[in-house]
């Protein structure tokens, strides 16, 4: 096992390299097979969305593509594998509703239940990772200019209180975890008007700047607008699929699966009776 076999660089365009990480390998309990990171390099500096899950060193892949550009790193939202790396790097900015969550150690000993190779990896670091030096907080019109590119961000709650998506002004929208295919992690069903509230404010910036094309973090790192009218239109008829239920105990969620979507919806306080009850009788 080693870095180059665990990363795969794909050359999207000349100035966005895609970088996977295979999370079911790590970790299947999550139902995801990719983690997608995004690098995009101007003619003066890069950004990079996202640190991945922290196995293996990224930076000395970074500086291969960027020189000694400078470079800016943006985490979408807290989870372990979006921040994995982020103790690599200087500074790292992030929505300030999960700011205070990335500057400290993060604990990652609920992999010890898991005894594959890549797990074990983690056992020297005593399955911690380390912070960024200094961790920022984005600010409310923050704007990265590469050079030819330039990057802004919109807040987009839902899949986490902090989550962002970031776009820019050549059509292309990375979405975070708030919008992909495959396993989509959503809060309390009671709460999944923000969720709705982040993609009606998405579906209006790709329609005002001409969005064509949306890069997810997970799974398919390229698809379109329909990605978002899908989720908006099934998400908003959530109830009607109530009753298809099932109940996944790790991730304390309910789970329904809708065409392309499988939604695992977060038990929210006044379910736990039911959903105890659900796991006993199912």
């Known amino acids: ?22 999370l079911s390998d790590l970790d299947p309990r999550y139902n995801t097979t990719y983690v997608n990171m995004f690098l995009l390099i101007g003619t003066d500096s890069a950004l990079l969305i996202d640190t991945g899950c922290g196995l293996f060193p990224l930076k000395p892949y970074i500086r291969e593509f960027i020189n000694d550009k400078k470079l800016f790193v943006v985490n979408t939202h807290s989870h372990f594998d979006h921040i994995g790396a982020n103790g690599e790097f200087n500074e790292v900015f992030i929505h300030e509703k999960e700011h205070k969550s990335i500057t400290v150690p993060l604990d990652l000993s609920f992999l010890k239940e898991l005894t594959n190779d890549y797990v074990k990896l983690f056992e020297d670091r005593n399955y911690v990772l380390q912070p960024a030096n200094k961790v920022t907080i984005l600010e409310e019109n923050q704007v990265f200019d590469l ?136």
């Open 1 to 22: 096992m080693n870095a180059d076999k665990w990363y795969d660089f794909i050359k999207r365009k000349e100035y966005l390299i895609v970088i996977r990480e295979k």
């Open 147 to 282: 050079g030819n590119i330039v990057v802004k961000y919109i807040y987009s709650p839902g899949h986490s209180p902090g989550s962002i998506s970031l776009y820019t002004n050549k059509g292309e929208l990375f979405t975070g975890d708030l919008a992909h295919y495959g396993a989509l992690f959503l809060p309390p069903k009671d709460q999944c008007f923000t969720v709705l509230e982040s993609i009606t404010k998405l579906i209006a910036l790709c329609e005002m700047n001409n969005i064509e094309e949306i890069y997810p973090s997970h799974e398919d790192f390229l698809t379109n607008k329909a990605l978002l009218t899908d989720l908006f239109s099934i998400l908003k008829n959530i109830d009607n699929f109530w009753e298809s239920r099932k109940a996944d105990k790790f991730n304390k969620s309910w789970v329904i699966e809708i065409k392309k979507f499988k939604f695992f919806i977060k038990v929210g306080m006044k379910e736990r009776r039911e959903f105890r009850e659900f796991l006993k009788n199912n």
